[in-house]
């Protein structure tokens, strides 16, 4: 395991020397026409730009996305963010004490309580149907493969396992929501939870870096996932066609409008909960890490994010209690 000062511990003018996973890489053009490299360089916390403007074409014959690198220099700010003025900088040999799995950001819970808790989830399904179709889809391999799988590239959870931890928040929030109004149907609600980002076990890779693949650019986790539940209940005899109309229904919905890639809007009572219990895990979970991102900066507020449409807040309260020992509703 690689033990070395994470890039968010660094201060501006201390020095890097670190092997760092290079995310992007790209050439550019000052405004007068001489090429430079534009980088992204992170560990498993962190990602920060850098620039290469002198001798970098041995550099760039073997560089590539997911390439693990060694590189020397010093942190820098630029324009209020922080980045990494290169001196030096390579791409490691294979015989080099690093693992693409060392700059792999991943969960902060445990992953075998989680495995344990969604499994126990799915023996508490009454519905005859349902549990059997559950049953069905995740399979052992399945399993181990949604149980690895990041909830997005950047946005939220974007970490090994995010996707069963982002999954395993939104049944907690539908189970209390059923407590709340026992006019829904729990176990509909609860499969839709545990499918509604199915697809994105093929949506995503997750081999060094997190990128989209050829199916997912094509046809969207929300349609493989749909197109996995519509073949599975094909193959279980007299499963209700209403229950998998409004099974389906929670899947193609659960992303809220038709203008944030949903084909069609919340319709059913367990659609609208899974919809909004989707959005509270989603952006509480995505504003938390870009906040603690950035939580041991000098300023008050992160950077500017693009998807929120703003920059956050970095209050005291959450700079002590990030710093301390918290038990949480998963604990």
Not at 173 to 202: S, Y
Request: proline content about 4%; aromatic content about 10%.
């Amino acid at each position: 395991m690689l033990t070395q000062k994470p890039l968010s511990k660094i201060s501006k003018g201390e020095p890097v020397e670190h092997y760092l996973m290079l995310r992007k890489c790209e050439v550019k053009s000052t405004k007068n026409n001489k090429p430079y490299l534009n980088l992204e360089l992170g560990d498993r916390f962190l990602s920060l730009t850098a620039n290469v403007w002198d001798n970098f074409d041995g550099f760039l014959t073997r560089a590539a996305p997911g390439a693990i690198v060694k590189v020397r220099g010093a942190m820098d700010e630029y324009n209020g963010q922080m980045q990494i003025k290169v001196t030096d900088i390579r791409v490691t040999e294979a015989d080099e004490p690093v693992s693409p799995d060392d700059f792999m950001p991943r969960s902060r819970r445990d992953l075998m309580i989680m495995k344990r808790e969604f499994k126990s989830r799915i023996d508490k399904l009454t519905n005859f149907y349902l549990k059997k179709l559950i049953s069905r889809i995740f399979s052992q391999q399945v399993f181990e493969v949604y149980a690895k799988a990041p909830a997005g590239k950047s946005w939220h959870h974007a970490y090994l396992h995010g996707l069963i931890e982002h999954t395993l928040e939104i049944i907690r929030i539908c189970d209390l929501m059923c407590d709340v109004h026992p006019e829904v149907n729990r176990d509909l609600l609860i499969c839709g939870a545990m499918l509604h980002d199915f697809g994105k076990v093929e949506e995503l890779t997750f081999d060094g870096t997190f990128d989209y693949s050829d199916k997912g650019k094509l046809l969207g986790h929300i349609v493989i996932a749909a197109m996995e539940i519509n073949q599975k209940i094909s193959q279980i005899s007299d499963f209700p066609e209403e229950l998998k109309q409004q099974l389906i229904h929670l899947v193609l919905s659960h992303q809220g409008k038709l203008e944030f890639a949903s084909p069609v809007i919340p319709k059913t009572l367990e659609s609208i909960i899974l919809y909004q219990a989707d959005e509270l895990s989603a952006k509480t979970n995505a504003y938390k890490s870009a906040i603690q991102n950035e939580a041991g900066n000098s300023g008050r507020w992160t950077k500017f994010q693009p998807l929120a449409g703003t920059a956050f807040y970095i209050s005291e309260d959450f700079i002590r209690q990030s710093n301390e020992t918290k038990q949480t509703l998963f604990d």
